[in-house]
């Protein structure tokens, strides 16, 4: 997303669950965004409030001071959070200490006008509102080990999902990590890895770490009429390395030994998410966040499933994702209000364990499909199953 000349470039978000695209698409525009008057806006839509929760809490880990949070230690819990069961106790007490924060900022009904507000929740409800702190203070309840047993409830999960596979499963890790995930270009994820994730729910930790407090940001979920389950809700199968760990500048962390990674996922994706944080975290930078990005949080009640809100209506969007979970939201009021040749992403299932390689065509099929239909022209790959669907907005503005 380089070389933007407009003023304000508009980002529409469905379904992203966290908030890597803002901080990859932030980082690898620092320098651009420094010294250029161009302002980002993201529009984050989501199906459920816990999404939006952990969205902030992830936002506000990343983007602590270094005077309150050093980089190593930043990385490190940021990684526990997004992809980790389990929290370091040092984790735990950082998480408790944004939620504190965060309830302040949702209850807060001050607001400058003057000054730039970096999150922007104005388009929840109050009901969303109070829902939201609600979740704060359950996460805040729930993160102790004796009152919420993740551990159970994940292996609970993996039984559930495996049936009589149960007893063989480390025969289904190999065939998940070989048959999907290796084959689909998941290169630096080696299997110990890989099976110790699928086993546990821990993905990234150290040797000598104490892992013993519940991730809560992957256990309650929440709708916008409130708590509707308590439990682990979070994915089983994939694994969280794909967003931050599938390729990176310093090449020599994708090198081979003997046909296998020379390094670990944790190292690939600890050292993409340094340079990022090192970014967006400078303190010498002459422009603030404030003056570079604000990200306003859409009302789950009513989107993705009906139209903005009278306040959003005059928007026109620059860029918009949709997630793989999100296709079905590719509407055609949605694509009325993208600017004339947009660009229009649509993640693929490349890399759902859960989707075999016929499964995926025919979600490619009823993709571009869903796009035509509400206004989109589809961009092929060269790649037979891309990570990513190309769509622009029709020249045309018609709907087919």
Known sequence: MNGFEKK????????????????????????????????????????????IGREMILWSLGTQSPEELGLYEKTVQFMEIFGNTLLRPKTKNNFLTLTKRLVKLVTSETIDEKKPVLLDLSDLKFRERDNLVEIFKHWSHFGDSTIFNIQGNWKSRIERYLGTRY?????????????????????????????????????????????????????TGVSGSGLIEVGYLGEILTGPYIPFGLETEDTSL?????????TTAYDLVFTNLGKIFGKICATESPKPLEELLSIHFLSPTTFPKA?????????????????SASAQYILPFLVTQFRQNAPVLIENTTFLVEFRNEQCALYQEKVIELGKKAGLEFYPSSEDNPPFLHFRKGVSGKLL
């Open 8 to 51: 304000t470039v508009r980002i529409l978000l469905v379904g992203q669950k966290d908030m890597r695209h803002v901080m990859e698409t932030l980082a690898k525009n620092w320098d651009f965004l420094q010294t250029n008057d161009v302002f980002l806006e993201f529009y984050i839509g989501d199906h459920y409030l816990a999404e």
């Open 167 to 219: 007893d063989v499963r480390e025969n289904v890790y190999d065939w998940d990590y070989n048959m999907c995930l290796l084959e689909r270009g998941v290169s630096a994820l080696s299997p110990p890895e890989y099976k110790k994730w699928r086993e546990s729910g821990v993905a990234f930790a150290d040797f000598d770490s104490d892992y013993s407090q519940p991730n809560v940001t992957l256990v």
């Open 254 to 262: 994708l090198e081979k030994v003997h046909g296998r990674p020379k």
């Open 307 to 323: 139209h903005f809100n009278k306040n959003l209506q005059t928007l026109t969007f620059d860029i918009g994702y949709f997630s």
